[in-house]
């Protein structure tokens, strides 16, 4: 059975098409989760909240081809993610500390020599704000318009955010490597 | 700078969950989501519905016994004042057919004139069962006139229910002579069982002559209970009711008017 009509049985709230739709993309947007909640349990239960949401929302989804669900599915888990990191009361810290990371130590291929849970776990050692941003700039492709906008923050925190934890990022990797 | 990180995004898709979090149960957690999507139902089986609603028929069917009639649904007190002819029908001495003359009256009749220029509306009230089979006189036995004489019999009857005012029935049945026909009188079985019925008194009227034998609880040679009891059909043989000065020609013959149910219907000797 395609997507499409996978989402039109969803929309019946037929079981057998949503466990075809959560078997399909459960493990990429646990991924998705674990970027953002660095704790498991707390992201087991994001995804959780987030499927539901699909779910329940699904008949108001219009399907617009390949692709189009998981991107959908995709920005409900982001925005659940959000929401329980906005329930933590993630703090972002102001701009003013912009230049004392703005340094490249020439590494731009540091990423090459580690694996995709290497790089996980970097992520998730980043503090909340950090990582947050850095998430949404790299993984969800915004730029800090979009995301102070997003998360109620100056373009410049954003920026600054961002730059401290793609350094300490940097930094852990240099470690490692 | 941003070079260094440009193929995170890429790099991560390829990723599996298993390298990832190696211990995520995918299906474990659909339970736990399905549960949460198709909540299971309680289904309350046909029988228990079933058993359910015999018992709030019940239970409707005895509230409805056991609540106290309104004031407006006392039954009425049936009194017979008018004189014996005035309420035999007109046609009645003529009439060949087996004559039973109704003289029930109800003391509660609302004139016409107290509600003149009003308008009437009606309301339906709803008639306590009890009291709804006390005004519906119950024509029981036969009972056959063996002698010359037109005879009417009237029996006087109280009606004793809980939480309300004794009533009074009173009903007449007039028997034209070698006819039968119905007698009618409240019979125990048409009361509720909370209430009590008690004979006061039985009126034997020889319609000719006007000599009435009355029977009440201390008459004799039989009282009014006794006599009743062989109309109910409660004792079997004879009775003697009482005595008549004089037959239907008006000439001097004392004889004794008696009740037989010793072959089935009751006769009047």
């Given amino acids: 059975m395609d997507e499409a009509s996978l989402v039109k049985c969803c929309k019946d709230n037929n079981p057998a098409a949503q466990k075809a739709l959560y078997d399909k993309y459960v493990e990429l947007m646990m991924i998705v989760c674990l970027r953002y909640v660095a704790d498991r349990e707390d992201a087991r239960e994001v995804l959780m909240d987030a499927f539901l949401n699909f779910f329940k929302h699904i008949g108001g989804f219009t399907y617009l081809g390949e692709g189009s669900v998981k991107a959908w599915l995709k920005k409900i888990v982001v925005n659940q993610c959000l929401m329980h990191l906005r329930k933590r009361k993630v703090i972002y810290t102001t701009g003013k500390e912009l230049e004392q990371y703005d340094n490249s130590d020439g590494s731009e291929n540091a990423l090459d020599y580690l694996n995709a849970k290497e790089i996980m776990n970097m992520i998730q050692t980043l503090p909340d704000g950090y990582r947050t941003i850095f998430n949404l700039y790299f993984f969800e492709g915004m730029n800090h318009k979009e995301i102070s906008g997003l998360l109620g923050i100056s373009e410049g925190t954003s920026k600054s955010q961002l730059h401290r934890g793609r350094a300490l990022l940097r930094e852990k990797i240099l470690q490692t490597n | ?269």
């Avoid at chain 2, 139902?41 to 069917?61: M, N």
């Fill in chain 2, 1 to 269: 700078m941003a070079q260094d990180f440009e193929n995170i995004n890429e790099r991560m898709e390829r990723a599996s969950l298993k390298e990832l979090m190696p211990g995520f149960d995918k299906e474990a957690e659909w339970l736990q989501l399905a549960g949460k999507l198709h909540p299971a139902k309680k289904r309350i089986p046909l029988t228990r519905w079933a058993y359910a609603a015999a018992i709030l028929l019940l239970l409707g069917v005895g509230t409805w016994f056991m609540l106290p009639p309104t004031a407006n649904n006392q039954p009425a007190v049936a009194q017979q004042n008018a004189p014996l002819h005035a309420a035999l029908p007109a046609d009645t001495a003529l009439n060949t057919k087996p004559v039973i003359a109704e003289v029930d009256t109800q003391v509660n009749e609302i004139k016409p004139d107290q509600n003149k220029g009003l308008a009437v509306m009606k309301k339906r009230t709803r008639v306590h069962k009890d009291h709804d089979m006390v005004t519906k006189y119950t024509a029981k036995d036969f009972i056959c006139n063996g002698t010359p004489c037109p005879i009417q019999i009237c029996i006087n009857q109280t009606v004793t229910c809980p939480h309300t005012q004794p009533s009074t029935i009173s009903s007449s049945s007039t028997l034209e002579p070698d006819q039968s026909g119905r007698l009618r009188y409240k019979a125990h079985d048409k009361i509720a069982k909370n209430c009590s019925l008690t004979v006061n008194e039985i009126e034997i009227t020889s319609i000719a002559t006007g000599e009435t034998i009355l029977l009440n609880t201390n008459s004799s040679p039989s009282t009014a209970q006794e006599v009743f009891n062989y109309i109910t059909g409660k004792k079997k043989g004879d009775v003697l009711a009482g005595m008549f000065n004089s037959d239907c020609d008006h000439q001097d013959k004392k004889h004794g008017l008696r009740l037989n149910n010793r072959h089935g219907d009751l006769i009047i000797e």
